[in-house]
């Protein structure tokens, strides 16, 4: 009886240990879905970039961009001086450490795909590249009251900088041109 009971008791243990497992994994999974899509609040951000644009419409990429040489430009003496970084004043500290951490936060961005639903009716998705003018976007870093998102049209980049309001909205703060193309 005793070994009987012994090994029912085992494999109870089995049992909930394989139980413990399948949801640890799957949680594991929900997480990396999660990082597969970009958050309510990057899309907020997204939002406010365009919310004074004037435009109907705006042509974006089906995509974020997996684009990051661009932020070794922030750390150069050609852009960056002691009172800031081209149309960006340090006057507020919490920028300038903000764009300090930019870098640790490009490192691991991803190719994310924008659900349409969750953008507002003035974004077009564009998925053929010869369709032009597009822009492409990088998934937005945040970073404390501090937003940063990429704009890469086919002839410049940009930087474009919000801050949160007290309202709890993404303004627009500054943005640093990053190159410009001027054809005749």
């Known amino acids: 009886m005793k070994h009987l009971e012994a090994i029912k008791q085992m494999v109870r243990n089995?049992?909930?240990?394989?139980?413990?497992?399948?949801?640890?994994?799957?949680?594991?999974?929900?997480?990396?879905?999660?990082?597969?899509?970009?958050?309510?609040?990057?899309?907020?951000?997204?939002?406010?970039?365009?919310?004074?644009?004037?435009?109907?419409?705006?042509?974006?990429?089906?995509?974020?961009?997996?684009?990051k040489s661009w932020v070794h430009l922030l750390y150069g003496d050609y852009y960056r001086e002691d009172w800031g970084i081209a149309l960006c004043s340090f006057e507020d500290s919490k920028l300038e450490q903000s764009i300090d951490q930019v870098i640790d936060h490009v490192r691991n961005i991803q190719v994310k795909e924008f659900n349409p639903r969750k953008l507002g009716k003035r974004f077009v998705l564009v998925k053929d590249l010869t369709e032009e003018p597009y822009l492409s976007l990088t998934e937005p870093i945040i970073i404390g009251d501090y937003s940063f998102v990429l704009f890469k049209y086919p002839n410049s980049e940009s930087l474009e900088v919000q801050k949160k309001n007290e309202k709890g909205e993404w303004v627009y703060e500054c943005s640093i041109p990053l190159y410009v193309v001027i054809t005749d």
Not at 23 to 48: H, N, P, W
Not at 50 to 67: A, E, V
């Open 14 to 67: 089995v049992i909930n240990r394989f139980v413990f497992l399948v949801l640890l994994g799957s949680s594991f999974v929900c997480e990396a879905q999660q990082k597969d899509r970009l958050t309510k609040e990057q899309y907020e951000v997204i939002e406010g970039a365009f919310r004074n644009s004037g435009k109907d419409q705006t042509r974006i990429f089906f995509q974020t961009i997996d684009y």
